[in-house]
């Protein structure tokens, strides 16, 4: 019933209720192919990270001398020669 008149009302929507629930359904809703694609574009990225890491190897530092759980404590020689600040 209406609050305003005193006379038994239809539900607005026409539509049946299969048709309804196929609209509403979760893999026709934008947001859900969205966060889909976000989340295979990072994954994307982090493998091409760690194809890119593989390729280029950082050359290993030189580690005599004196150390603190692994840290070396002094400077490694620079390859330039130049001055060190």
Known sequence: MSTRFHTATRSRTTEPRARRERRDAWYRQPIVWVAAAVFGV??????????????????????????????PLTRPPSREGGTQP
């Open 42 to 71: 990072s994954i994307a990225g982090c493998v091409w990270l760690i194809v890119i890491a593989e390729r280029y190897v950082d050359p290993p530092l030189p580690t005599g001398g004196v150390q603190i759980l692994k840290m």
